[in-house]
Every structure is written in structure tokens, then in C-alpha cells.
């Protein structure tokens, strides 16, 4: 699918496994947004994506007329922007309901990320305190869907249709799930987070996320072969 | 300053040593914006702090006709959009040039902040390997401004980086003179070494940073605790 066009050339650098890159793809194709993918090596990181994200050295990388924007949620924020006309709205309009929504992608990025990425790198009492993390941290969510006036009653955080927040969490539920099952432990239980549960089955199935989520089975291999370095002694790093 | 009027009712919650806080208080003045400022005591945060900002419980909150907004660059953010047709602007209109101005403030955040910290708190070894770090970064800042040649991070007036950064000078400043070390060093960086001198002395910026001899004192003292054998923390 070369990205070229009214839109300008449009590629992606990614790995299709990574939930960062999930996140970006579902953003460009809610709004139609044709564009080359490259599949990244990252124990080989290309020329391009070295030049384009010197300082990180990091997937997604979206490079646009040959500009790169990198970290997932600017890149999402600049789909939004750079294609402001086209629809859907991945952003409310409201400055309001936009610091809202900046509030609960920091906070998926801030708390809840790291304590996943706890619960994925570690083992024992570590990790159970990970895991404890974690759900506490999506508990939080679930009350966030319930009470939050743009999402209270609604399909998704946006509202009716997906938007900022649906994209910065949603975009994880591959790695989640993959991570619940290499662990054998639930980390959004149906009975006490009914609403996220929900929203989580809807978002997967939701077009234009369903066809670019990573392969559930490429992600459980991830995880379950990076478990057994991190988990394995002498501690391996 | 009563906060009300055509710019409708503002408080910020927040303490005036907080570089956080100070990040707010730059973004109001620049924009001309009243406001009311309510001092937290962090050891007893208020009712109106807590149900503010349930989730963290950290200030600063800015509260604009009672809807609460939190998280310093977000509440920055805000400003900038609710009162989109006041001057001066701290965003680019260019959506990427906007998407660059983001990614410095996300590497002030997630990369710049924890090295100072990690200068600030560490000892010997430690504390070298965070004064190194912090050095480098702050030499990928001097480079923007070294390829932009211009002012400021955001062009010719003060703009979001400006703000993410500025925030921290006085910090920076003290722990450089609390710990011996240089990290903005005049002859290393000296664009950014110009860029701090300037941002500090602007109009409306001033008024806005914490008072240095306190801070001074502020943090020699957590530093003291810090190095005191046994070892604090």
C-alpha cells in the first residue's frame, strides 16, 4: 500500500507486534490514510529509522513528505492534525474535553505501561506487586469509562466513536492479552471492570482496528521467549 | 489577583517552589490571564486539591470555572487552546512543527527531569554517570537551538519548550550550586547557557519563578539529608 497521493508519502516504521505501532495504524486507518509500511528488524534497525529518531532510536517512527514524527500519541495527535479535515475526529473539540483526554493517554503511558511492563519483566514477589499495580491501574479505567461525562453511557472514551484515549489504550490489548495468557493471570477481570471488558472486546472487532492488531499468536511467542531471558538465572538482561 | 472576569473564574492550586507549578504560572502571566492562587500544604493537601485531582493528587491543578485540568504541560496545553485568541501564542500553528515542540517537551520530561534528579540525588559514581547523562541531553537542546538559530525553542518568543524547560531553571541552577557541578556550562552550551539568562530575565517570566534564596536553602538541606551517613532514604 505505497502511501503516496493527496496525502503526501506517507510511511510507517514498525514492528507489527508492538502495541506502540498497533496504536498508530489504527490511527491512520480510521482516517483512510494509504501509506508504506516497513517492517522494522530491531536487532538490525535500519539507516532510516537511525536517521529519522537519532535521539530514541525507537518504532513508530511516521515519516511524512520525508518529516518523522516520532513517540506514538504525537504521532497520533499529528494524524490528527495534518489531516484535521478528514473524519472521524480522533480528538474532542472542546479544549476541555481535549486536556481530558491528554490526562487519561498520560496516564495509560505513565502508570499503566510501566507496571505491564513490570509484570512482563519480572517474576515472584516483583512481579506480583506488578500485577496488583496494574489492575489497581485498571480499575481506575474502568471507573474513568463509567463516570467520565464524555464517555459515561457511551461505546468508548471518544463517545460514540474511537477516539484519543480508545487509540493510547486500545493499542495495547494484543500485548494484555498475549501477557495474561504467558502469565496465567487475569489482569482485566470481567466481573470487576464489566465496562472495560466490554470496551475491550468492542475496540478489537472495531473496524479499522481489527485489521491491523498484531497476530495474538505472534505476540504470545514474544512475550513467552523474552519471559525466559528475563526470568531465567543468572538474571539475563 | 481575583481570578474572574471575561477570562471567567481561574484558580491554580499548586506551591510556588514547584517547577511543575512554576511551568502554569509562566503560561498565565505570558497570556494575561488572572487568576486566584491557592497554596497547598503538601503534608495536609486540601479537600478541593483532593477531589481535584483524585487520581495523582498532585498539584499543580489549574480549575477554570470549577472543571479541573492536571498535569503541568497538559494544564500548559489547555491555557494555550482556552484562550486561543490571546497573544502570544506557545504553539506553532504547523502541525509539524507542533508535533516537534511535543517531542521536546516529552525528552524534558521523560529524560531530561530523571537525569537532574538522578545529578541531585546520587553520590560518587552514581551521581558522575547522572551528571553525564544530564549533559548530553542538555546538548541535544543546545543543538535545536544552534539549528533553528533563533531566540527561543519556540521561534521568536517564549513557546511550549520554552516553558517545559524554563520551569526548571531555577531548579537546575540551585543544584548546580548545592552540588558543585555544571550542567548548563557556558562555554559547552552556549546557546542554551544565553537562552536560560534570557528566559529568566523576560517580561512576565520573572514574576512567575521561585524565589532562589529559598530554594537554595530548600534543597542544600534535602541534599544534606541525602549524604548524611547512615545513608538517608
Not at chain 2, 188 to 205: E, G, H, I, M, R
Amino acid at each position: 500500500m505505497k502511501g503516496s497521493g493527496e496525502e503526501g508519502q506517507v510511511k510507517l516504521l514498525g514492528a507489527s507486534i508492538s502495541p506502540f505501532v498497533a496504536r498508530v495504524r489504527i490511527a491512520l486507518a480510521l482516517k483512510g490514510i494509504h501509506y508504506q509500511f516497513v517492517e522494522e528488524n530491531l536487532q538490525n534497525k535500519s539507516e532510516l529509522l537511525l536517521q529519522s529518531n537519532p535521539i530514541h532510536k525507537k518504532i513508530p517512527v511516521l515519516i511524512h513528505n520525508g518529516k518523522p514524527v516520532c513517540e506514538s500519541m504525537i504521532i497520533v495527535q499529528y494524524i490528527e492534525e495534518a489531516w484535521g479535515n478528514k473524519a472521524p475526529n480522533l480528538m474532542p473539540k472542546d479544549p476541555y474535553d481535549r486536556a481530558i483526554a491528554r490526562f487519561w493517554a498520560a496516564f495509560v503511558d505513565d502508570k499503566l505501561v510501566p507496571c505491564l511492563r513490570g509484570v512482563f519483566t519480572s517474576q515472584g514477589e516483583q512481579q506480583e506487586k506488578a500485577i496488583q499495580e496494574s489492575v489497581a491501574n485498571f480499575l481506575i479505567l474502568e471507573e474513568a469509562l463509567r463516570t467520565n461525562p464524555c464517555s459515561s453511557g457511551k461505546l468508548y472514551f471518544g463517545g460514540d466513536e474511537i477516539g484519543f484515549v480508545d487509540i493510547a489504550l486500545g493499542g495495547l490489548s494484543g500485548f494484555v492479552k498475549a501477557l495474561q495468557k504467558a502469565i496465567s493471570s487475569v489482569l482485566i477481570d470481567e466481573e470487576k471492570m464489566p465496562l472495560l471488558s466490554a470496551w475491550m472486546d468492542r475496540f478489537c472487532e472495531a473496524n479499522g482496528v481489527k485489521e491491523v492488531m498484531p497476530d495474538p499468536a505472534k505476540v504470545l511467542e514474544f512475550i513467552s521467549a523474552m519471559r525466559v531471558k528475563f526470568t531465567s538465572p543468572p538474571a539475563a538482561k | 489577583m481575583e481570578g474572574c472576569g471575561e477570562d471567567g473564574q481561574v484558580k491554580l492550586l499548586g506551591v510556588a517552589y514547584s517547577q511543575f507549578v512554576v511551568r502554569v504560572r509562566i503560561a498565565l502571566a505570558l497570556k494575561g490571564i488572572h487568576y486566584e492562587f491557592i497554596e497547598e500544604d503538601i503534608q495536609n493537601k486540601s479537600e478541593l486539591l483532593l477531589q481535584s485531582n483524585p487520581v495523582h493528587k498532585k498539584i499543580p491543578v489549574l480549575i477554570h470555572n470549577g472543571k479541573p485540568v492536571c498535569e503541568s504541560m497538559i494544564i500548559v496545553q489547555y491555557i494555550e487552546e482556552a484562550w486561543d485568541r490571546k497573544a502570544p501564542f506557545l504553539m506553532p500553528r504547523d502541525p509539524y512543527d507542533r508535533a516537534i515542540a511535543r517531542f521536546w517537551a516529552a525528552f524534558i520530561e521523560d529524560k531530561v527531569i530523571p537525569s537532574i534528579v538522578g545529578a541531585f540525588k546520587g553520590q560518587g559514581e552514581e551521581q558522575q554517570k547522572a551528571v553525564e547523562e544530564s549533559v548530553a541531553n542538555l546538548l541535544l537542546l543546545e543543538e535545536v537551538l544552534r539549528s533553528t538559530g533563533k531566540a527561543y525553542f519556540g521561534g521568536d518568543g517564549i513557546g511550549l519548550v520554552d516553558i517545559a524547560l524554563g520551569g526548571l531553571l531555577v531548579p537546575i541552577q540551585t543544584v548546580e550550586k548545592v552540588t558543585n557541578i555544571v550542567l548548563i556550562d557556558a562555554q559547552k552550551t552556549p546557546l542554551l547557557s544565553a537562552w536560560a539568562d534570557q528566559f529568566c530575565k523576560a517580561d512576565k517570566v520573572k514574576e512567575a519563578l521561585p524565589d532562589r534564596a529559598e530554594f537554595f536553602v530548600r534543597l542544600s538541606a534535602r541534599r544534606a539529608k541525602l549524604t548524611s551517613p547512615p545513608l538517608a532514604n
